[in-house]
């Protein structure tokens, strides 16, 4: 694994500025397994707040790494996420995924006016009551496997096929229209495309989203589709706003819960301690899930950037106005200052702080609710139904996936 540091020749990928630090450069390489990044870890310990540049995009941003500094930084309405929009930030992937007027590249009051739309439909009360119907698709999914007979394949047999299903539910995407998101959302959350083949990607999204808008207007339906789309009618929700919006909660919950309780299974399963602490009494599961949320590196590199809109002072350094900023939750997740052996699993903490996985402030993650209850839902049916749960092949033949934003096993072969 390359961990190209600082860069300190003279050469194109030097830019070194003495009253700034010198800028390290982070070609986000493919990471197996749970392997965290060699420099978030270093940066970490030794310079908190880092320059760094990344492969795609022009000049440097600022990196925050450090727990509190993060907190403080995401909180701050001095940091901006709407003057990333044409400004070719320096960036792991060669264009933005997020779409311009997307939740997550606005500001309030814009910003304000999105969340409060679909919060409602990812509030903890209405997760809590989607998880009577989520256990019934799991456990039906589980009946598949079982009368299947070992060995199985998770990530085709239930980590994918759930979320989907829930969200498809949740959302109003037609069961038989899964498939056709799946295949643009495996382009678009590649990090090695082309612009042209993720703008085509995207243009054939809004298209979809456009049609069944039309049909949810003349037939609503109770799904949080109908309730954006009335909205719209509404004057609350430009018609590009509403697409964004769909394609944003369609493209994380396919593909980040599928990774999340993959790898949570995984983690599992390679550390059978841990596992049979979790067997003894279930409920210590939501306590699991949330160290599993600290411990497992979801993703390669950073998120999205902000932009300072006046000069701010975090953690000793001055980040000027108009300076780009990321800030590594996963780092943050590892911050010895604040948990104890930040680099193991240890399912038992009780001087837990919360975790960052999902992030911090205004952005927080509006999937968050969701994923903890599938993940949650995904454990506990593989715990009480398949007792003997096992990898059916050694943990290093497991195959990751490369190029991509978000980390996971390609494939999860289990027997039991
Ligand atoms: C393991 C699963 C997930 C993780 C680790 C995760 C993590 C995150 C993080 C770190 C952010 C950004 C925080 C920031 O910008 O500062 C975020 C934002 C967001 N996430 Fe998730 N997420 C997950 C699942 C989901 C799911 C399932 C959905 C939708 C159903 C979702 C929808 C969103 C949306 C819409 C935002 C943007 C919120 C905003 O900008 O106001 N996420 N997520």
Sequence with gaps: MTDAGPVTDAGPLTEVCPARGTA????????????????????????????????????????????????????????????????????????????VGGIGRTDPPDHTRLRRLVAQAFNRRRVARLRVETEEIADRLVDAVLDQGPPAELTSALTGPLPEQVIGRLLGVP????????????????????????????????????????????????????????????????????????????????????????????????????????????????????????FIPQRNGVGMPRIATEDVTVGGVTIRSGEAVYVSYLAANRDPTVFAGPDRLDLTRTDRPPNLAFGHGAHYCLGAALTRMQCEVVLGTLLDRLPGLRLAVPAAEIRWRRGTVNRGPETLPISW
């Design 24 to 99: 390290h450069f982070w070609p986000v390489d493919h990471l197996p397994e749970l392997e965290f990044d060699p420099l978030l870890h270093r940066l970490l310990r030794e310079e908190p707040i880092a320059r760094i540049r990344l492969r795609f995009g022009e000049g440097e941003a600022w990196l925050a790494t450090r727990y509190e500094d993060i907190k403080e930084l995401t909180s701050d309405p001095r940091f901006s996420r709407e003057l990333t929009v044409d400004r070719p930030v320096t960036s792991m992937t060669p264009h933005v995924v997020a779409p």
């Design 175 to 294: 069961a038989g229209d899964l498939g056709l998101l799946q295949g643009w959302r495996a382009v678009i959350l590649s990090s090695d495309h082309s612009l042209a083949e993720s703008n085509g990607v995207k243009a054939e999204i809004a298209g979809y989203f456009r049609t069944l808008a039309e049909h949810r207007a003349a037939h609503p339906a109770d799904d949080l589709f109908s309730e954006l789309v009335a909205a719209h009618g509404a004057g609350a929700l430009s018609r590009p706003e509403l697409i964004s919006l769909s394609v944003m909660i369609v493209l994380n919950a396919l593909d980040q819960i599928r990774n999340q309780a993959s790898t949570m299974v995984y983690t599992l399963l390679t550390h059978p301690g841990q596992l049979a602490w979790l067997r003894e009494d279930r409920t210590r599961l939501p306590a699991a899930v949330e160290e599993l949320l600290r």
